[in-house]
């Protein structure tokens, strides 16, 4: 999920701090996600932590296992899972003062969905797979994490039917493929698609930005 | 999915090609499947694009991660996914008159499903699996992107209550098994499983044939 | 799933046989529990098949992929899976009459849910995976079968709502690894784990144990 630690020598400390900061962020606001959508089904605290943790670090999972990446991530980090769990129980005592919070929680999912975005680039750029793969990488840490969490939910996964969210993923990490392509400097690269992705994010909700939907009634199959 | 391309050698160059091509009609047909089934459910082209790959390449990637076999084919081969969402949002805007194109389209599906299986039981053979893993390899990459399909877009899977659709898969990878056993030359043991599965499976539309159906009502666990 | 053979020598033939009997009771039970489960969405004995092969082997399968623990069990013991066709196809025949074994096959039921807890951190274990690994390998062994069951059935898991079952799983799995890491003998730690989940487990049931239900309702993301 994160830039390996041998990543760590390869660019700056200050770099590597702020992507582990957003990382962190952003597994904690998944993981608040999933909570929430556990109590609209009423399940136990059990199950509370369960699609915490599904929701948070599940993407990751999901990734690594199509690019055959083992060990899994987390499976190195115990602290993310519980950083997670706790998350998602600490959910449940504050859940009644959220919406109050609506804001700052729509920030930091936005801010969670590009860094994930650009980890699964990043994981998909070292094992050397090929661009198309790159930018499928990204998504499939960026949103598989909520399609996860929506299934285990009993629900149409949202994140194929809200305003602009899975094609931030998708234009953040098109970017990104195509600044390496370029060969802009990592550093530079990771910046501009982060305050790009954000901006992106940020203008679909205030304007309400959506996609065409695709309606079809018809049964004959 | 394929069979790749060290195998090119093995055998000729005309049955590569043919199952290649069958190949590529039955991802199209599974795509199409994928994007009306997205548009049942209202979504927008992002997920209809996503819907349309998961249900044409869905079934090859649980397969290969199941086999441990890495990396998945699709990642080796960017232009099937290219094809794959092109043929999903194309489908967006033909959908209103694929009604009239139902033969051919369930015939192409028809080809899809035992294409499928037939690549699934060669996958797992090259592999050196046992038998029955061979059978369970087939089927798997058969009828699961369509499970995928239908578990996103919130339903209960319909090959567990249509008429015969993933027995085929079944009786198809059951022959091609016991050919293989018996030593048949693969371009003749192809050739058979394919026609024989084809009849099948027309015959099982034209006169609704399906399996005996099990029904449980009590609840007491 | 089990033990691998190799082990067999490290621990004596009488605790291994135990352990494998355990075992097969186990996903006869799950596999049972599967059928019930598709009896009541009205699949054909195809679907009955495979959720009944899903639920048994299924929880082994994901905690392979999740672990990259090649092959994958059950893959090199197609045994199990005749074993478990059989048993969802027999459950078609005898399930009118199952009420009156609800105890019975409750009790199975429970000594599974420990063995696919205990043979899951074995298997973390021997991989040389951290204690927090451990014990999340033993629970998606001992339950993300009967999520999966649920998510084909297009249902919300009944593990997450449930008197106390899968936190018997992570009970048992804590007291596992606390054993291991005060290196009590294997034979007794087993022991020990395996009386104490299932004594938790049918005072859950008999007592109605429960844990706190999150309800969440507002809808304001």
Same mark, same amino acid.
């Given at each position: 999920?994160?830039?390996?630690?041998?990543?760590?020598?390869?660019?700056?400390?200050?770099?590597?701090? @702020?992507?582990?900061?957003?990382?962190?962020?952003?597994?904690?606001?998944?993981?608040?996600?999933? %909570?929430? #959508?556990?109590?609209?089904?009423?399940? &136990?605290?059990?199950?509370?932590?369960?699609? =915490?943790?599904? @929701? #948070? !670090?599940?993407?990751? @999972?999901?990734? &690594?296992?199509?690019?055959?990446?083992?060990?899994?991530?987390?499976?190195?980090?115990?602290?993310?899972?519980?950083?997670?769990?706790?998350?998602?129980?600490?959910?449940?005592?504050? #859940?009644?003062?959220?919406?109050?919070?609506? *804001?700052?929680?729509?920030? !930091? &999912?936005?801010?969670? !969905? $590009?860094?994930?975005?650009?980890?699964?680039?990043?994981?998909?750029?070292?094992?050397?797979?090929?661009?198309?793969?790159?930018? $499928?990488?990204?998504?499939?840490?960026?949103?598989?994490?909520?399609?996860? *969490? &929506?299934?285990?939910?009993?629900?149409?996964?949202?994140?194929?039917?809200?305003?602009?969210?899975?094609?931030?993923?998708? =234009?953040?990490?098109?970017?990104?493929?195509?600044?390496?392509?370029?060969?802009?400097?990592?550093?530079?690269? @990771?910046?501009?698609?982060?305050? %790009?992705?954000?901006?992106?994010?940020?203008?679909?909700?205030?304007?309400?930005?959506?996609?065409?939907?695709?309606?079809?009634?018809?049964?004959?199959?």
């Amino acid at each position: 999920m994160l830039p390996s630690v041998s990543l760590l020598d390869s660019f700056q400390w200050s770099q590597f701090t @702020t992507m582990l900061v957003i990382y962190l962020v952003a597994i904690t606001a998944e993981a608040m996600s999933g %909570a929430l #959508a556990a109590g609209r089904r009423n399940m &136990d605290i059990f199950g509370v932590a369960v699609i =915490a943790s599904v @929701t #948070a !670090l599940g993407g990751g @999972t999901i990734r &690594d296992m199509v690019l055959g990446h083992y060990p899994i991530s987390w499976t190195q980090h115990p602290e993310y899972i519980f950083l997670v769990i706790g998350a998602g129980l600490l959910t449940t005592l504050v #859940a009644r003062h959220m919406h109050r919070l609506k *804001r700052v929680f729509l920030l !930091l &999912d936005a801010m969670g !969905l $590009i860094a994930f975005s650009l980890i699964g680039c990043n994981v998909a750029l070292e094992l050397g797979y090929p661009p198309v793969v790159v930018v $499928i990488s990204g998504m499939l840490t960026g949103i598989s994490g909520g399609i996860l *969490r &929506d299934v285990l939910c009993n629900q149409v996964p949202i994140v194929f039917r809200r305003e602009l969210y899975a094609s931030v993923s998708l =234009a953040v990490c098109l970017l990104f493929q195509v600044m390496h392509t370029l060969q802009v400097e990592y550093n530079v690269s @990771t910046l501009v698609c982060f305050a %790009a992705g954000l901006a992106l994010r940020l203008l679909a909700i205030r304007f309400e930005w959506s996609l065409p939907v695709f309606s079809y009634q018809q049964r004959w199959e």
